[in-house]
């Protein structure tokens, strides 16, 4: 072998070369197991001892020339191909970022929360009942007789019976008697939650629609702390003064009962179509707890009395919020729901 033309020939070889898998050849043809070098080496064995030094030094020499050759090739391979991925890579920074979407209450939770939240100032505990309910709680012990019209249908809503028995709740009510038969007084709770009614729906009934059940009891809680807290409710939640009058109505689980409205804020109380020109607005019905309904609740009507009242909560909200249709709640129409 010449060593000065096989030197020339591999550097045309390295040179020539396109890959990394030609040099990867290049190396097995020359430096590897069965490549020229190591046979060479291998023949120098049976040369003298002089000659050996000298052919062993020269192809030495070969060897490092062309590890490094070869080296220094892959090098510049490898760093156009790094290139070359950090270009396929490359982003504009100046480009804008994908919008991360979040989600965000539902209107009803919003304002059932702010509603929530003004109660506890007052130092109302928030509680909730069940959904499901026996004839009983949700008739019975609220002093509701059995041949009563809303047992059946009408004033009360529709009642949903179920199958194997008991029925989805008409109102919030029932949750009165649960939590008497479980606290000492005084109490002092909110309860909000769903009820259910068989209703023909349109802009202003549902069939699932929430209220939100208040109840005071005490030693001597009277009308005049009702009117009170409900005011106070009714300003911070309208964010401005409020004017409300009572008026008597019936309702079997109070006595007297009434119901209350509020001066329209709309209109000031001139007449608009929000309040159907009344100048009023019917909010909630109210009223001092029948005495059998503290007995069905397991107190005693001679040491206990207070007040109780019933508002929907889908009313506070589109009042609040100026909507239309109570319908929209559970459209689940993101064009209604992303403006909250
Ligand atoms: N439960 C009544 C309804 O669903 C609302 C109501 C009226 C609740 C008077 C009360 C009350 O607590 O005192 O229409």
């Known amino acids: 072998m010449n060593l000065k033309s096989t030197k020339n020939q591999t550097k045309k070889e390295i040179e020539k070369a396109k890959s990394l898998s030609d040099l990867d050849n290049i190396f097995k043809k020359y430096l590897g197991k069965k490549g020229l070098l190591r046979t060479e080496f291998l023949k120098i064995k049976k040369l003298s001892k002089k000659e050996k030094i000298r052919i062993g030094k020269e192809l030495n020499t070969l060897r490092v020339f062309l590890q490094k050759e070869i080296a220094k090739k892959a090098k510049e ?28 209450l539902h209107p009803l939770t919003l ?110 809680v009277s009308a005049a702390n009702f009117k009170a807290v409900i005011q106070k409710f009714l300003e911070e939640f309208f964010k401005t003064s409020i004017k409300i009058k009572l008026r008597p109505s019936y309702f079997p689980f109070t006595e007297p009962s009434f119901e209350l409205d509020m001066k329209c804020t709309v209109c000031a109380g001139k007449g608009c179509s929000a309040c159907k020109y009344s100048g009023w607005i019917e909010l909630l019905g109210a009223g001092m707890v029948h005495p059998n309904v503290l007995k069905n609740g397991g107190l005693n009507p001679k040491n206990w009395q207070g007040f109780a009242f019933g508002m929907s909560l889908d009313r506070l909200t589109m009042m609040k919020y100026k909507i239309n249709d109570i319908r929209l709640f559970h459209s689940g129409d993101l064009r209604f729901l992303k403006q909250f």
């Open 111 to 220: 304002v059932q929360r702010e509603i929530a939240g003004i109660f506890q100032s007052m130092g109302f505990e928030v509680v909730e009942g069940p959904e499901i309910e026996t004839e009983w709680y949700n008739f019975d012990a609220l002093n509701i007789p059995e041949d009563h019209p809303a047992r059946v249908a009408l004033s009360l809503g529709k009642t949903f019976y179920l199958k194997g028995g008991g029925l989805m709740r008409t109102h919030t009510s029932c949750a009165q008697i649960h939590y008497m038969e479980k606290n000492n007084p005084p109490l002092r709770i909110i309860v909000p939650g769903k009820v259910f009614r068989a209703e023909a729906t349109d802009a202003s009934h549902e069939t699932n629609f929430y209220q939100i059940e208040g109840l005071m009891v005490g030693r001597d």
């Open 77 to 104: 391979f490898r760093r156009k191909e790094l290139s070359k991925q950090e270009k396929e890579e490359e982003f504009d920074i100046t480009l804008p970022g994908k919008k991360i979407e979040f989600g965000h």
